[in-house]
């Protein structure tokens, strides 16, 4: 007796294992497997030497570093070799036919290959009512799943119809299935054919569910489809029916596009350009993606302004009148456009001017931009740059991209319909820049004379001259600005306004502006000038005018209700009987209690505290310094949220104040038993600049003598260690805050005697100015030469100061724009 048949009479036996990774052999059927390992073909060839037997299973997991064991399902099938070709790598591809269901019992590695013991599992025939239930739903489903797939043989259909077999049909059914190994591998484990009846209906169900879904979504792509070849084929017939009556719509738009761009005479690269893209949009598809890409950049270039100019206007009467129709005072803009007119006159080949209108809100600059469009006559273009932080918004997205554009630029250009508008681009200091880039590198080529006249826009790909246009920029700070993008731009300062001139700008603007627009501009309401006064004073705090507007129109909306209310709106006449007459007793009543008091600014003098004189970006305002000393260890406090440079300004004053101690009566020991500790107010607000020295020296001085500052001085100046004051910037700012807070005098150092000129006559009417060029001048003023009283004067330590409260020397101020040098917030 050979072994062979020993070991068929035990329970179990053994015979080479072929694993496999992605297919799983069912009984009864053929399949195509590929043995490609090494283990794998010497078993193969040890089962074709034998009988042709070999036991096939699907494989569980690869084997890796961690677990080199190969690991099988327990589940496999004895099958028969019945082909077999060596393929070129060396590995095998086998044709099989399954035998019988198996359970591997055992793997075992031999000297060169894997070999299995195994006991057959029987296929026990079940014929109760659950498992017939679970057949006809079999059935059933693979009827369906048939007619999904559609590639599925009649005959195995006929087969599982025909069958009452149940592990037939789940070995025919889970062949048959196209999914994953690991499902098929369900199908076939199941033990008894209940179980596995289960298991291929549940399989059937999603797969139906799948493909029924899958269905859908092809009937709709499909439907689609032809929708847009029925939609093509229509359209083809038309035009060609279009090109038999002569009528082709697509070569008339074409032609149309050459015509209207050869009209605005572009240049010959821009023209070259146009006929390139335009020859090939002819030879694409109407409907094509390539085709709208080409079509709308063609219209682009048909759009855009080549050649067109207006009408400017050069009678520079009729500008002044315009400017002043619509702006009260900004006098240097208004200067600097009427320049720009009279050179005109003289010749055509000045470049449009970059200028930047440097202010706080509300004065009127974004404004100014349309006056000064209507005072040339020219049309009138806004970007607002605010936020702006990728390049692309100024020179554009590529063509290429799905929904490019070109950059505002020459958006705007379009809009403007002429090569020479006026182009405002507004809050140039509030952009920002991230990895997208720097929009305001972009803006260096725009805003450069030498060079924007070939700019290139990403989009257009081609030179635009923007030389004729009027370029002007809004800014609340400079500080903010890149410099070389602020070193092409000439700044105009657009200062806040005195109780003056907002009072002539309410009265002769913001007050028929509101009575209008509020539905009473035929009634005889009228405003006083104290009811604005009122207003100004105690509801506003600002250098511009809009705060000031709101509150004016919020006095009208409460009048019109008034006016209403008795029945006005209803009469013939309407609002032109109704009359009113708005005090400032009556200014309370219509908006509440006053939102401003001078709670800063002490009544009576008191030791220690002194009112210095600050910019922000806001306008000029008063900034009062307390001081405070008491026993301690010579330790100086600073408090009030302050910046670098203003303790760097604390500590020379202090150090100031030590080394001229005697002059002033005090000690060494003054100092080193003591504490100062300096408080600026409002300790929420930032606050930094060297033009708060005077202003330390004399609050620390007056706490360490005992001795209170003269009442109303309000001063500014930087100070050196040697005793000197230098000058200081926005000037005029200051001296508005110091005149809307109620102070008399102001003392501000010699250098900036020039600077008044730029402030209001009322207001130089209405202050003391006192012009000092020493910290020891400045203090004999402020306290009024009490401080000899301390000590006797040490001769040569102490200059004159030179005062004057008459109006300056009429000179141009080189050091009144805030960017020169940055006071304290």
């Known amino acids: 007796m050979s072994i062979l048949d020993s070991l068929k009479q035990r329970d179990t036996a053994e015979l080479p294992l072929l694993y496999l990774r992605d297919t799983v052999v069912f009984p009864r059927s053929l399949a195509s497997v590929y043995a490609m390992t090494n283990f794998c073909t010497v078993a193969v060839g040890i089962a ?41 790598d060396g590995g095998i591809r086998l044709l099989v036919e399954g035998m019988e ?32 239930a679970l057949l006809s739903v079999v059935r059933k489903d693979f009827e369906q799943y048939a007619e999904y797939v559609k590639k599925i043989p009649t005959e195995v259909v006929q087969t599982v119809m025909q069958s009452n077999d149940p592990h037939r049909i789940c070995d025919v059914v ?7 190994p690991e499902r098929k591998q369900a199908i076939l484990a199941p033990p008894d054919a209940r179980s596995r009846c289960e298991a291929l209906a549940t399989a059937l169900e999603g797969e139906i569910e799948l493909l029924a879904v899958q269905k859908k979504i092809t009937q709709r792509v499909r439907a689609k489809i032809d929708r847009n070849q029925k939609e093509y084929f229509l359209n083809e017939q038309i035009r060609e029916i279009s090109r038999e009556l002569g009528k082709d719509d697509e070569f008339n738009e074409v032609k149309d596009l050459e015509t209207r761009i050869a009209a605005d005479s572009p240049p010959a690269e821009v023209l070259e350009k146009a006929r390139r893209e335009l020859s090939r949009l002819s030879k694409l598809q109407a409907l094509s993606p390539e085709a709208g890409v080409l079509r709308t950049y063609c219209e682009w270039i048909a759009d855009l302004p080549w050649s067109a100019r207006t009408e400017s206007n050069h009678d520079i009467a009729f500008a002044r009148k315009v400017l002043d129709e619509d702006h009260y005072g900004l006098k240097k803009a208004k200067e600097r456009i009427l320049e720009f007119i009279a050179v005109r006159n003289l010749t055509d080949r000045n470049k449009g001017p970059i200028l930047c209108f440097v202010g706080p809100p509300g004065t009127g600059k974004t404004s100014l931009g349309r006056s000064v469009a209507r005072a040339l006559g020219r049309s009138f273009v806004r970007v607002s740059l ?29 809009k403007a319909g002429s090569v020479d508008p006026v182009f405002l681009l507004d809050e140039i200091d509030k952009m920002s820049n991230d990895f997208r880039g720097d929009p305001a590198s972009a803006l260096l080529e725009v805003l450069d004379p030498e060079q924007n006249n070939s700019f290139v826009d990403h989009y257009l790909e081609v030179q635009y001259d923007l030389s004729a246009v009027m370029f002007i920029t809004t800014a609340n700070s400079v500080h903010n600005i890149p410099y070389p993008l602020l070193d092409r731009m000439e700044l105009i300062e657009i200062p806040g306004y005195s109780e003056f001139e907002k009072l002539a700008i309410a009265r002769s603007f913001i007050i028929p502006r509101q009575l209008a627009e509020n539905g009473l501009g035929r009634s005889k309401v009228k405003i006083r000038d104290d009811a604005v006064l009122e207003i100004i004073r105690h509801y506003t705090m600002e250098s511009g005018v809009r705060n000031l507007e709101r509150e004016i129109a919020r006095v009208i909306r409460k009048t ?14 309407g609002v032109a009987g109704f009359s009113r007459m708005i005090t400032a007793k009556s200014v309370p009543a219509l908006l509440g209690k006053r939102h401003r008091e001078d709670d800063l600014v002490f009544k009576d003098p008191r030791p220690g505290v002194a009112y210095g004189l600050a910019w922000t970006e806001l306008g000029g305002t008063l900034l009062p310094v307390e001081a405070s000393v008491f026993e301690g260890e010579g330790d100086l406090i600073l408090t009030g949220n302050l910046g670098d440079v203003m303790k760097e300004s604390a500590r020379a004053a202090i150090s100031w104040i030590e080394s001229h101690a005697g002059e002033f009566g005090l000690k060494y020991d003054d100092f080193k038993r003591r504490t100062i500790h300096i408080h600026v107010p409002e300790g929420a607000i930032p606050k930094d600049g060297p033009s708060a020295g005077i202003t330390l020296v004399a609050c620390v001085l007056s706490a360490l003598t005992g001795l209170p500052l003269e009442a109303g001085w309000a001063m500014t100046g930087e100070i050196t260690l ?97 960017g020169g040098r940055k006071p304290p917030r």
């Open 386 to 414: 605010g936020g702006v932080r990728d390049e692309a918004e100024i020179r554009g997205h590529r063509k290429t991209y799905v929904g490019a554009l070109p950059g505002k630029i020459l958006q705007s250009m379009k």
């Open 174 to 180: 889970g062949h048959a299935m196209n999914v994953k």
């Open 48 to 88: 074709c030497a034998a009988d042709k037997r070999l036991v096939i299973s699907l494989l569980r997991r690869m084997p890796d570093e961690k677990s080199p064991d190969i690991d099988v399902h327990d589940i496999g099938v004895v099958a028969h070799v019945i082909q077999q070709v060596t393929l070129p």
């Open 722 to 818: 040697t005793g000197r004051m230098l000058a200081i910037g926005g000037v005029k700012e200051k001296v508005l805050a110091a005149h809307r807070s109620g102070m008399k005098r102001v003392l501000l150092p010699e250098p900036n005697r020039k600077d008044l000129d730029d402030v209001p006559a009322e207001v130089r009417n209405d202050l003391e100015f006192n012009f000092v060029d020493s910290i020891s001048g400045g203090l004999a003023l402020l306290f009024s030469g009490r401080l000899a009283d301390h000590s006797a004067p040490q001769p040569g330590r102490t200059r004159r100061s030179r005062t004057s409260s008459l109006s300056p020397r009429a000179r141009p101020s080189a050091r009144n724009f805030p």
């Open 101 to 132: 269901r198996v359970r591997i019992r055992k793997t075992l590695y031999r000297k060169d290959h894997l070999a299995a013991q195994y006991e057959s599992i029987p296929d026990k025939p079940l014929s109760d009512a659950e498992v017939s």
């Open 560 to 573: 019109a209700e008034t006016a209403v209310a008795r029945g006005f709106a209803v009469k013939p006449d």
